[in-house]
Every structure is written in C-alpha cells, then in structure tokens.
C-alpha cells in the first residue's frame, strides 16, 4: 500500500520544490535593481566578450557585447536622474565597441578601454544606490549595493591598462574600508560614499 502512494507523494514533493523556487525567483525579482541579478549581467558579458575575442570567435565575443549593451540600456532605463548621465556615457562606449564589431573590426584595446568606462559608471551607479539605501535606513540594501560595486571595480581592474589601476585601487580602498565595518556610523558612512563618488568624477577625467 505504501508503495502505491509512492507516486503521490513525490508529486507533491515535486510540486513544492517548485513552487520554492517560484517564489524565490519572483522575490529576486522584485529586489531593487541596483541589487538585483540584472545588475551582474554587464560584467559578465563584457569578460566573455573578450575571452572569445582573444580566441578570434568574433560571433560570439559580438553576440555576448550585444547582450552587455542590452543588459547596460535596462540598468539605464530603471536608474535615477543622479546615475543616468553617467550611464549615458557608459553606453555610449559599449555601443561604440559594438558598432565597430558590426563593421567587423575587433580591437581588444578598444574594447577594455570602453568597458573600463562602461563598468566605472556602474559603480558610480551602485555607490549612488547605496548612498539611497542608506538616506532611507535600509542598511542591508546599502551594503549589499557597495559590494555588487567592488564585483564590478574587480572588473575594471582586469580590464585597465598601465596607470589607470592606480585609480581603480584607491577607490577599491574605500569601498573596502565601508564593507569592514557593517555598524559603521550612518553619517560616516554617507561621507564615504560621497567620498567614493567624487573619486569616481576624478576617475572619469583620468580616462
């Protein structure tokens, strides 16, 4: 008898696993943007970009940057009027990489250049959630926006090239100094975050 009712049972356990993970991924979903997956989908394309560019797969390295401008524009879209100049700039620089792969001319120097620009407005973008975050109290979101920011300045550091990783460290620095101390006094660390923004406007000059 019992194993007659076998099939019943891992129906139902069937069915709850996946209604675990419908529920999971539609409350992925509705986390804010800065936090939620879309936010790691440019990275991700940019470094397969290059991967497949390196090994000449010119098809693939241009289907993956068609994803990181799609996956950038969204990430624009949904921003605040604080982050969008800057990832105006971004996406212009991925849409140049773009349309040069479009003419059938893949430059690696092009490409890491522009998605150092591409990825350094992200962060600015992340910072200027957390900063957001932290002005309402949400703490948790805060922190977790300055880490998807240094997920994304480990990237530009792969990507730069010569002086430029200077820059990079010295932000890296500070982000790093927020991430080690999670109680840090709320108006400290609204002065870090506008510290970090306005090494990041240094750091646009610079490239």
Do not use: C, W
Request: charged fraction near 25%.
């Amino acid at each position: 008898m019992s194993f007659k009712r076998a099939p019943y049972y891992l129906s139902v356990l069937i069915g709850a696993i996946v209604l675990f993970n419908i529920v999971g991924f539609i409350k992925a979903e509705r986390a804010p943007v800065a936090i939620s997956s879309h936010a790691s989908i440019p990275n991700y394309a940019l470094q397969n970009a290059r991967i497949y560019l390196s090994d000449k797969e010119y098809s693939r390295s241009s289907l993956y940057m068609d994803e990181a401008v799609r996956s950038f524009q969204y990430l624009r879209d949904k921003s605040t009027d604080e982050s969008r100049q800057k990832l105006d700039a971004g996406l212009k620089a991925l849409r140049t990489v773009k349309s040069q792969m479009d003419l059938g001319y893949f430059n690696e120097t092009s490409l890491n250049k522009n998605s150092v620009i591409a990825l350094n407005a992200l962060i600015y973008y992340e910072i200027a959630s957390a900063k957001d975050f932290i002005l309402e109290d949400k703490r948790p979101e805060a922190m977790k926006a300055v880490s998807f920011a240094i997920d994304n300045l480990r990237y530009a550091l792969d990507f730069a090239e010569g002086n430029k990783k200077e820059y990079e460290v010295q932000v890296f620095s500070d982000m790093d100094m927020i991430m080690s101390d999670y109680y840090m006094d709320k108006s400290d660390f609204i002065e870090t975050l506008d510290s970090i923004l306005v090494e990041l406007d240094d750091l646009e000059v610079a490239y």
